[in-house]
T-cell receptor, first 114, second 115 residues
Framework: ETGVTQTPRHLVMGMTNKKSLKCEQH?????MYWYKQSAKKPLELMFV???????ENNSVPSRFSPECPNSSHLFLHLHTLQPEDSALYLCASSPGRDTYNEQFFGPGTRLTVL | AQSVAQPEDQVNVAEGNPLTVKCTYS??????LFWYVQYPNRGLQFLLKYITGDNLVKGSYGFEAEFNKSQTSFHLKKPSALVSDSALYFC?????????????FGKGTRLSVIA
């Protein structure tokens, strides 16, 4: 295991539900990321947090709302999602945002929106 | 702008044969290059990276990759494939000293090693 955990592993929700995805890293890293992985598409970077401050938001719809209460935890709050939001949501962390750092990924949350 | 191309959606190899998974990139400056592997129901796992120095990089599980600046390629290789190598492989690039530029991933190549 890489030291990055995600819960839940699977989530089914209706379009009017509110749910949250949780990510926790035990690696002492300072940067955390949310990615969306859809079939046959490149990974899409959604949000980046560095030292608990959001530093990137790649034009993600407001129905996705991230939260980083401390450097070890990252949440993705979901509200009124659409069926096309169904995907694997991956959390990752890295020691810092230096460009040569590899990222360590969690196992992902498989989200299905009905 | 940065981009990565993995021209093959699927690569099939017989067990024991050498394997190659292709990757070409485009960046405005010098690149940092990465390979990740994803097994079923798992997140991406780091395999190796090129930062500087020797163009041949060795990584986990016997994999290696060669940085070729003139061909802007970073192909992943292994001399003898195992059935357990069957997975989805992603190449990624980031421009050196790019500040806030994100890591850009290719679409992935599915490797199937047949016994």
């Amino acid at each position: 295991e890489t030291g990055v955990t995600q819960t839940p592993r699977h989530l089914v929700m209706g379009m009017t539900n509110k749910k949250s995805l949780k990510c926790e890293q035990h690696l002492g890293h300072n940067a955390m990321y949310w990615y969306k992985q859809s079939a046959k598409k490149p990974l899409e970077l959604m949000f980046v947090y560095s030292l608990e401050e959001r530093v990137e938001n790649n034009s993600v719809p407001s129905r996705f709302s991230p939260e980083c209460p401390n450097s070890s935890h990252l949440f993705l709050h979901l509200h009124t999602l659409q069926p096309e939001d169904s995907a694997l949501y991956l959390c990752a962390s890295s020691p810092g945002r230096d460009t040569y750092n590899e990222q360590f990924f969690g196992p992902g949350t498989r989200l299905t929106v009905l | 702008a940065q981009s990565v191309a993995q021209p093959e959606d699927q690569v099939n190899v017989a067990e024991g044969n050498p394997l190659t998974v292709k990757c070409t990139y485009s960046v405005s400056g010098n690149p940092y290059l990465f390979w990740y592997v994803q097994y079923p129901n798992r997140g991406l796992q780091f395999l190796l990276k090129y930062i500087t120095g020797d163009n041949l990089v060795k990584g986990s599980y016997g994999f290696e990759a060669e940085f070729n600046k003139s061909q802007t390629s970073f192909h992943l290789k292994k001399p003898s494939a195992l059935v357990s190598d069957s997975a989805l492989y992603f190449c990624a690039v980031r421009t050196r000293n790019s500040g806030n530029t994100p890591l850009v991933f290719g679409k992935g190549t599915r490797l199937s090693v047949i016994a």
